[in-house]
C-alpha cells in the first residue's frame, strides 16, 4: 500500500501528452473518455501514475513556481539536455543547479499548463527511504497491527 498517482488539471491532454512524454519519457497506460477525458501516464518501472484530467479553461492557479513534481534522470548530462531543449522551447524556468547532496543537480521546467517539473540527477531519494522506519501496517479503523 502507498502511493498510486499524483492528479493534475491540462487544458489540452494532447500537449501535456507530447510534453511528458517527450521531457520524462512517460507513456499513456490509461485513457478515459467520458463526460471528461482522464490520463494516466506511467514509467513502467513502478505502479505509480501521473493523472491528467482534462480542464475545459485555462488553468488559473498551476504547481509553481517552487511546488512542482519531481522527475528522476540517469545523469547530469540528461539534466543538462532537458535544460538547453527547454531553453530552446521557452519553458525553461531555473538550472540547472548543482546543490550536492541530497538535493543533487536539477532544473525546473514548465509544461503546457503551467506547472513546474523538476528533473533531478543525484536526490538519492531511495537511500534516504532505505534509512527511514518502516511504518506499522494499520488496518481499516486506523489501529496498528
Given at each position: 500500500?502507498?502511493?498510486?498517482?499524483?492528479?493534475?488539471?491540462?487544458?489540452?491532454?494532447?500537449?501535456?501528452?507530447?510534453?511528458?512524454?517527450?521531457?520524462?519519457?512517460?507513456?499513456?497506460?490509461?485513457?478515459?473518455?467520458s463526460t471528461?477525458?482522464v490520463v494516466w501516464l506511467?514509467?513502467?518501472?513502478?505502479?505509480?501514475?501521473?493523472?491528467?484530467?482534462?480542464?475545459?479553461?485555462?488553468?488559473?492557479?498551476?504547481?509553481?513556481?517552487?511546488?512542482?513534481?519531481?522527475?528522476?534522470?540517469?545523469?547530469?548530462?540528461?539534466?543538462?539536455?532537458?535544460?538547453?531543449?527547454?531553453?530552446?522551447?521557452?519553458?525553461?524556468?531555473?538550472?540547472?543547479?548543482?546543490?550536492?547532496?541530497?538535493?543533487?543537480?536539477?532544473?525546473?521546467?514548465?509544461?503546457?499548463?503551467?506547472?513546474?517539473?523538476?528533473?533531478?540527477?543525484?536526490?538519492?531519494?531511495?537511500?534516504?527511504?532505505?534509512?527511514?522506519?518502516?511504518?506499522?501496517?494499520?488496518?481499516?479503523?486506523?489501529?496498528?497491527?
Open positions: 500500500m502507498g502511493w498510486t498517482h499524483v492528479a493534475l488539471p491540462a487544458h489540452d491532454l494532447d500537449a501535456s501528452i507530447a510534453f511528458y512524454g517527450a521531457y520524462a519519457d512517460l507513456t499513456v497506460v490509461h485513457d478515459r473518455r471528461t477525458r506511467g514509467d513502467g518501472l513502478r505502479p505509480f501514475v501521473l493523472v491528467l484530467v482534462q480542464a475545459s479553461a485555462k488553468i488559473e492557479h498551476p504547481l509553481g513556481p517552487f511546488a512542482h513534481l519531481g522527475i528522476a534522470v540517469e545523469s547530469r548530462e540528461r539534466v543538462d539536455a532537458i535544460a538547453a531543449r527547454a531553453q530552446a522551447d521557452g519553458v525553461l524556468r531555473s538550472g540547472p543547479h548543482d546543490d550536492g547532496p541530497p538535493v543533487g543537480y536539477w532544473c525546473f521546467v514548465g509544461d503546457p499548463d503551467g506547472h513546474t517539473v523538476e528533473f533531478a540527477f543525484g536526490q538519492h531519494v531511495g537511500a534516504a527511504l532505505a534509512r527511514a522506519p518502516v511504518p506499522a501496517a494499520r488496518d481499516a479503523t486506523g489501529r496498528a497491527w
